[in-house]
C-alpha cells in the first residue's frame, strides 16, 4: 500500500534562518506531488507542484522553493524565513486521472 | 481560473439534526472532492464525486454531485459530535491541480 512520510512535524524557527521540509512516498511510481500551505484557520494554498523529477510548478510567487530530486521525494525549502511564513505544510500525493490526493501528516510551522 | 466557494463556512448544529453543506465551482469539471480535516490534523478524503448524479454515503453524510448547476452538496443526518471538524471540497481540471473552498467548520453540540 502506499504511504507518504512527511517531517518533521513541528518546527520553531527565527526570522531569516533557512527552511527545508522533507515529503517521501513509497508504493507508488511516478506520483504526483504537491506542497500546500494553510495559515491558522483558513483554507489551503497550493504553493508548487511536480509531475515529475525536476519538474516544478511554482503556484505563488515569495521566498519558498521546491525540487525534486528523486521520483518519490520532494522538498520544500527556503533560504530565509519571514513571519508570514508560518503555517501548516501539508504534502500530498496523487495519479494520474480522477485521483484524490493522499496528504501527509503534515508540519507546523512557527517562525518567531 | 477556477473558483470553488462553500458556504456556510462556519455550522454550528445540535445533535441529531440534519443540515447541508454547499459547494459551488466556476469550471465545466465532473471531478469533485471532499475532504475531512480535524483540528490540528491532516486532510483526509471523505467522498470523490466523477460524474453528473453522482452520489456517495459513508454513515451520515451523503455527498452529491450536480455538474450542470456546478454544484456539489454534502448531507449530514442525525449529526452527532463526532462529526465536528472542518470539511472541504476541492475541484480539479484537466491538468490543474485541485482548487480547495476555504472550509465549512462544523460543530455538532449536544
Known amino acids: 500500500s502506499q504511504t507518504i512520510h512527511q517531517w518533521p512535524a513541528t518546527l520553531v524557527q527565527p526570522v531569516g534562518s533557512p527552511l527545508s521540509l522533507e515529503c517521501t512516498v513509497e508504493?507508488?511510481?511516478?506520483?504526483?506531488l504537491y506542497w500546500y500551505r494553510q495559515a491558522a484557520g483558513r483554507g489551503l494554498q497550493l504553493l508548487f507542484y511536480?509531475?515529475?523529477?525536476?519538474?516544478i510548478s511554482s503556484e505563488v510567487p515569495q521566498n519558498l522553493s521546491a525540487s525534486r530530486p528523486q521520483d518519490r521525494q520532494f522538498i520544500l525549502s527556503s533560504k530565509k524565513l519571514l513571519l508570514s511564513d508560518s503555517g501548516f505544510y501539508l504534502c500530498?500525493?496523487?495519479?494520474?486521472?480522477?485521483?484524490?490526493?493522499?496528504f501527509g501528516n503534515g508540519t507546523r510551522l512557527t517562525v518567531t | 481560473e477556477l473558483k470553488v466557494e462553500q458556504n456556510p463556512l462556519f455550522l454550528s448544529m445540535q445533535e441529531g439534526k440534519n443540515y447541508t453543506i454547499y459547494c459551488n465551482y466556476s469550471?465545466?469539471?465532473?471531478?469533485l472532492y471532499w475532504y475531512r480535516q480535524d483540528p490540528g490534523k491532516s486532510l483526509e478524503s471523505l467522498f470523490v464525486?466523477?460524474?453528473?448524479?453522482a452520489v456517495k454515503q459513508e454513515g451520515r453524510l451523503m455527498a452529491s454531485l450536480d455538474t450542470k448547476a456546478r454544484l456539489s452538496t454534502l448531507h449530514i443526518t442525525a449529526a452527532v459530535h463526532d462529526l465536528s471538524a472542518t470539511y472541504f471540497c476541492?475541484?480539479?481540471?484537466?491538468?490543474?491541480?485541485?482548487?480547495f473552498g476555504k472550509g465549512t467548520r462544523l460543530s455538532v453540540i449536544a
Open positions: 464525486l466523477l460524474s453528473n448524479g
Open positions: 511536480s509531475v515529475g523529477i525536476g519538474q
Open positions: 476541492a475541484v480539479d481540471d484537466l491538468n490543474t491541480p485541485l482548487v
Open positions: 508504493g507508488t511510481s511516478n506520483p504526483n
Open positions: 500530498a500525493w496523487s495519479v494520474e486521472g480522477a485521483s484524490p490526493l493522499h
Open positions: 469550471t465545466t469539471s465532473d471531478r
